[in-house]
């Protein structure tokens, strides 16, 4: 069956980094795009970057994270990781992998940030 396990988050400073990673397993992961999104305490899951499996990798980003924010992908080790630079308090929120345009997601992993 399709599992996505996040890891990676935790507390950091604003301005700070995290890199989250996610493992994909029970699906050929070469051939989907990928996707990470984001739910803050009382609101609406947000798109923050996806990852096509085509074209080298196509990425894009919504303008909140926009050049913070990177996604990559490391289809012989069927991961998927997100580097986030430059954080902000506003960045606070649990963070999903999400096989794209599925309803396959993670459990989710917890990034704070605070001073």
């Known amino acids: 069956q399709v599992q996505l396990v996040e890891s990676g988050g935790g507390l950091v400073q604003p301005g700070g980094s995290l890199r989250l990673s996610c493992a994909a397993s029970?699906?050929?992961?070469?051939?989907?795009?990928m996707s990470w999104y984001r739910q803050a305490p009382g609101k609406e899951r947000e798109f923050v970057a996806r990852?096509?499996?085509?074209?080298?990798?196509?990425?894009n980003y919504p303008d909140s994270v926009r050049g913070r924010f990177t996604i990559s992908r490391d289809n012989a080790k069927n991961m998927v990781y997100l580097q986030m630079n430059s954080l902000k308090p506003e960045d606070t929120a649990v963070y999903y992998c999400n096989r794209a345009n599925s309803d396959y997601w993670g459990q989710g992993t917890q990034v704070t940030v605070s001073s």
């Open positions: 029970g699906f050929t992961f070469s051939i989907y795009s």
């Open positions: 990852i096509s499996n085509f074209g080298g990798g196509k990425t």
